[in-house]
């Protein structure tokens, strides 16, 4: 089964629920914030996807990290730390596909093709 990892209020989730549920695609929802992070998801995650692709630079939770903080964001190891400590610098949605593949954000051509949906 698919799995969709993130933050209920977040609009990219709301959008990638919305598609998943459009596209028939079976799936649940993880909530980071009821239920945590889960730390064997999170190091399959660091594995496949890498740290730069799951550390969410872009947001006003990394923004509000102090400056020696982020400077130590430099690997999977460090970036599983500040990861656990605040999942809201998780990229989201972060998906464990069906296939056991795993995505990190919203792109929806990006799913069609993963799919192989007709377009």
């Known amino acids: 089964m698919t799995t969709l990892y993130g933050i209920p209020n977040c609009d990219t989730v709301k959008k990638?629920?919305?598609w998943l549920n459009e596209h028939g695609v079976a799936h649940s929802f993880h909530?980071?914030?009821k239920?945590?992070?889960?730390e064997a998801a999170l190091d399959q995650w660091l594995?496949?996807?890498g740290w730069e692709t799951?550390?969410?630079r872009k947001g006003t939770t990394w923004r509000g990290?102090?400056?020696a903080t982020r400077a130590a964001v430099v690997d999977n190891p460090s970036a599983r730390v500040v990861l656990l400590l605040h999942p809201s610098l998780i990229k989201r949605p972060v998906v464990g596909w069906a296939d056991g593949s795993v995505s990190a954000g919203f792109?929806?051509?990006d799913w069609d093709t993963m799919l192989d949906l007709p377009r």
């Not at 239920?35 to 889960?38: A, D, I, M, R």
């Open 16 to 18: 990638a629920r919305a």
């Open 107 to 109: 792109d929806p051509e």
């Open 31 to 33: 909530d980071f914030k």
């Open 54 to 56: 799951l550390v969410n």
């Open 47 to 49: 594995a496949a996807a």
């Open 65 to 67: 990290l102090d400056e």
């Open 35 to 38: 239920q945590g992070v889960p």
